[in-house]
């Protein structure tokens, strides 16, 4: 049973960086058929992307985050990682890891993707 | 303001069938799948519907899903009370970017 554990600081400071770890247990990060992202959710409102990576590191983020935002990997580990510059208020949210799952029928025919397994999530206050 | 239009709430009586809409456009619905996630008080989304219409393992066939154009709805039928709960749409856009819903709170009255 594939689980993701995300960890990290629940509290950063304006202007500092944050930064969440998640870890893969249950399955390999490496696997071709999965792309690996980070969604946030602030306080009372709904979801947001903010980017995803391939195990080969390969990476595409939320054009309004883009400047800030990095998505690494490290395969030996089964871990993924968010790193979220120059934080404000605004970046106050639960933030939750998940895992993109590609869907094929059985001809080989792509038919859609989505994020099908989800980390407990994790709370980052943005506050001095 | 969320790409994906959603009511922000919805209710209903046990035993009865709640539809929600999610509309969107041409970039998003229009051209790419749609998945819905069911969100239980201070817990992670879950996926409920995923490719417009498919149901992961596990989740009961009370929940289904249909897109038409640059529209999608999820159906609930013989509504339970573990239904309440937020409800979110999402779909890629073209602009290479996930997008969700602001999502539609089910209240079982």
């Known amino acids: 049973q594939l689980q993701l554990q995300e960890s990290g600081p629940g509290l950063v400071k304006p202007s500092e960086t944050l930064s969440l770890t998640c870890t893969v247990s249950?399955?390999?990060?490496?696997?071709?058929?999965?792309?690996w992202g980070w969604i946030r959710q602030p306080p009372g409102k709904g979801l947001e992307w903010i980017g995803s990576?391939?195990?080969?590191?390969?990476?595409y983020y939320n054009p309004s985050l883009k400047s800030r935002v990095t998505i690494s990997v490290d395969t030996s580990k089964n871990q993924f990682s968010l790193k979220l510059s120059s934080v404000t208020a605004a970046d106050t949210a639960v933030y939750y890891c998940?895992?993109?799952?590609?869907?094929?029928?059985?001809?080989?025919?792509?038919?859609?993707?989505?994020?099908?397994?989800w980390g407990q999530g994790t709370m980052v206050t943005v506050s001095s | 303001q969320s790409v994906l239009t959603q009511p922000p709430s919805a209710s209903g009586t046990p035993g009865q069938r709640v539809t929600i809409s999610c509309s969107g456009s041409?970039?998003?619905?229009?051209?790419?799948?749609v998945n819905w996630y069911q969100q239980l008080p201070g817990t992670a989304p879950k996926l409920l519907i995923y490719?417009?219409?498919q149901r992961p393992s596990g989740v009961p066939d009370r929940f289904s899903g249909s897109k038409s154009g640059t529209s999608a709805s999820l159906a609930i039928s013989g509504l339970q009370s573990e239904d309440e709960a937020d409800y979110y749409c999402?779909?890629?856009?073209?602009?290479?970017?996930?997008?969700f819903g602001g999502g539609t709170k089910l209240t079982v009255l």
């Open positions: 041409s970039s998003n619905i229009g051209s790419n799948t």
């Open positions: 999402a779909a890629w856009d073209d602009s290479l970017i996930w997008v």
């Open positions: 998940a895992r993109r799952h590609n869907y094929y029928d059985s001809s080989g025919y792509y038919y859609g993707c989505a994020f099908d397994i």
């Open positions: 990576i391939y195990y080969s590191g390969s990476t």
């Open positions: 249950g399955g390999s990060i490496s696997s071709s058929s999965y792309y």
């Open positions: 490719s417009n219409n």
